[in-house]
């Protein structure tokens, strides 16, 4: 918990530990805000959908896979969605069991036209559903009945009944209650069609609202759910929450997680494990003098009902920050953050790669950054793949080229880079991110993001299927880079987390949904 920093303080009151959405693609979390260069498009879509609802082969299992070879064909592709003077973005992708893909994404108009992602200017919404070479298949929009500006779904998960589970914050105002930034869970059956909608936030609030976000939900074994976020209590702080749902969203335990040494911190993933508890990835900043602090990447596992089993801080360079988790075949975890170090001259950062056992040890802790002068590094998932490496994915600004890359990269079982590409042409001013993939059943890579070369220079939703290489069959649009790779020290101490009963509050709302409007352009 010890940490040594340059990283000046900011009052927790004007800004969240971090933004799931666009946003929080730019790096907003405790140390402040640091944002693209493309700010001005990403920033306004806040949202994010994730998966879908039909036929969806479930990604998120309890045990891992047992790594298996990928398989030697792979149909490849890359395609753009939009429509004129509008703005659309993807931020989940999955593969379903027909072999195509459903798209969690948010559209914006930008001006008034017809069709239409939203005529108030304002994010919408959005899953879409392709098959495997990329072709609508359908598309929705949802959007609050009475605040449509503030549809705040965020993420969403499938569901074992072929429907999926949305969660996320109001952006503007909570339509059921009035306040602002509650959390908000929705249950959709097979065909979109809402089954339970609750806005939640905890018995603690301030002048600010009653801020509570969930950031990552799952369902559970049981036909339930697990929810981890951030909530402000108690005492008026940013702490991280976990709550257990029963299959029609009752709440089944919750728990605020205090460390009285840590000024604030979030949950930002959750994973049920093997034994039926589960493994959580956050963040605490502690104050290190009365101007600077130091963010360390916490995680701790909970036993089926939500005691605390182990709880580790792991020290990482100047600042470490989380970003994603997955399970391993070997029962163990792989986590995916981001490192800074400075000194007395510089800054830099790198994306990590973490590696821990089933007990929270340390296994190995890799650093990988893009060669060259780069700025605004991001990783957006993490996970092992089917030869039992692994495989991360991100983007960059490149200061001397001027422009936004979309990063993919893939390493053995011991973290050490097989390939690392770059996605869309090089040209000055373009911007081009990955903020979801997936591996795929024969081998290769789907990822999901926002490119700005198709649409007049608004952001357009994008779609890249690669092969087991990184690789789009017949397209020049892709590079082959090289990083700066290294190994890091880890000092890994007990946190003094304490779990605090805390209790929501549910109040219904209803969502509208109408067809999307979003055209292809086929890229390669």
């Known amino acids: 918990m010890v940490g040594k920093s340059l990283t000046p303080m900011y009052d927790p009151m004007m800004a969240v530990p971090r933004v799931f959405s666009a946003m929080r693609k730019g790096r907003i979390h405790s140390k402040g805000l640091r944002i693209s260069r493309m700010a001005e498009i990403s920033v306004i879509l806040l949202l994010t959908i994730a998966l879908a609802f039909a036929q969806v082969s479930p990604i998120h299992t309890v045990a891992a896979a047992k790594p298996q070879p990928p398989s030697s064909t792979s149909a490849t592709w890359a395609k753009a969605y939009n429509i004129p003077y509008s703005y659309s973005l993807a931020e989940s992708v999955a593969q379903t069991s027909s072999g195509g893909y459903v798209v969690g994404a948010s559209c914006t108009a930008a001006a008034v036209t017809t069709p239409n992602c939203n ?40 569901t074992s009944d072929g429907g999926a589970i949305f969660a996320g914050n109001a952006q503007f105002g909570c339509p059921g209650t009035g306040q ?34 969930p950031l990552d939900l799952h369902q559970t074994t049981d036909g339930g759910y697990v929810v981890a976020g951030y909530a402000f209590a108690p005492a008026a702080s940013y702490n991280p929450f976990v709550a257990k749902l029963s299959s029609v969203g009752q709440i089944q335990w919750q728990h605020v997680f205090v460390d009285p040494n840590s000024q604030y911190g979030a949950a930002y993933a959750v994973e049920q494990t093997p034994d039926g508890g589960y493994v959580v990835l956050g963040e605490s900043t502690y104050y290190v003098s009365a101007s600077y602090t130091a963010s360390e990447i916490l995680v701790f596992k909970l036993d089926p009902t939500g005691t605390l089993a182990w709880q580790h801080d792991y020290s990482i360079g100047t600042d470490s920050y989380a ?145 087991s290489n990184g690789n789009i069959a017949g397209c020049n649009d892709f590079q082959t880079q090289s990083d700066v790779s290294g190994s890091v020290s ?13 209790s929501f509050t549910y109040v219904a709302d209803t969502l509208s949904s109408v067809p999307g409007p979003l055209k292809t352009s086929k890229e390669c």
Do not use: H
């Open 323 to 467: 970003e994603t988790l997955a399970l391993t075949s070997d029962g163990g975890f792989i986590l995916g953050g981001l490192v800074s170090i400075s000194s007395a001259n510089s800054y830099s950062s790198s994306v990590l790669l973490l590696k821990l056992d089933s007990t929270g040890n340390p296994q190995f802790a890799k650093t990988y950054a893009p060669s060259g002068s780069i700025s605004d590094l991001a990783i957006t998932g993490v996970q092992q793949t089917s030869d039992g490496g692994y495989a991360f994915s991100g983007y960059y600004f490149q200061n001397t080229v001027y422009d936004e890359r979309a990063w993919l990269v893939k390493t053995d079982s011991a973290g050490k880079v097989q390939w690392d590409r770059t996605y869309g042409a090089d040209v000055q001013y373009s911007s081009r991110k990955f903020y979801s993939f997936q591996q795929t059943s024969d081998g290769g890579f789907i990822a999901a993001g926002s490119t700005n070369q198709f649409n007049g220079g608004d952001n357009s939703l994008w779609l890249v299927k690669t092969d």
């Open 490 to 502: 880890v000092t890994v101490s007990i946190s003094d987390l304490k779990a605090t009963p805390d």
């Open 180 to 213: 602002t930034s509650c959390g908000l869970i929705v249950k959709v059956d097979l065909s979109g069609n809402v089954q339970w909608s609750n806005d939640l936030q905890f018995s603690t609030s301030s002048s600010y609202g009653p801020l509570t976000w």
């Open 119 to 158: 005529t108030l200017s304002e994010p919408t919404a959005m899953v879409m559903r392709v098959d495997s070479s990329g072709n609508i298949q359908s598309q929705t929009q949802y959007n609050y009945l009475k605040y449509p500006y503030s549809t705040p779904l965020n993420l969403i998960r499938p």
